[in-house]
């Protein structure tokens, strides 16, 4: 399976960023699909995830209320909108996903087995 991620650019504070991610070569229809980022000097940290069968979203405290992760089952593409950007938000992003994650376990990196390669996002002050 691969992850194809895209969207991130520069913007401003306070801008909006849409970010795709495709996946490819298999689904996650009892899996998750979600975000995670890293910023500079950071460790990556989670930022949203979505359960495929239930639709059911988690997300970080640091995003609630200005990010909103959806699907289009379809296109068996991810979203991440990113409204309210602040330069805490810098990072690249990176979609992951994986069959098996239980709820406990949806924020941790090592639950996912499948990684896009990330893609930029950068807000200016």
């Known amino acids: 399976v691969q992850l194809q991620a895209c969207g991130g650019g520069l913007v401003q504070t306070g801008g909006s960023l849409r970010l795709s991610c495709v996946a490819s070569g298999g689904t996650f229809r009892n899996g998750v699909m979600g975000w995670f980022r890293q910023g500079p000097g950071k460790e990556r940290e989670f930022v949203a995830a979505?359960?495929?069968?239930?639709?059911?979203?988690i997300y970080a405290d640091s995003v609630k209320g200005r990010f909103t992760i959806s699907r289009d089952k379809t296109k068996n593409t991810v979203y991440l909108q990113m409204n309210g950007l602040g330069p805490e938000d810098t990072a690249v992003y990176y979609c992951?996903?994986?069959?098996?994650?239980?709820?406990?376990?949806?924020?941790?990196?090592?639950?996912?087995?499948?990684w896009g390669q990330g893609t930029q996002v950068t807000v200016s002050s």
């Open positions: 992951a996903a994986s069959n098996g994650v239980i709820w406990s376990s949806v924020g941790l990196t090592e639950a996912y087995n499948n």
């Open positions: 979505e359960f495929r069968s239930s639709g059911r979203t």
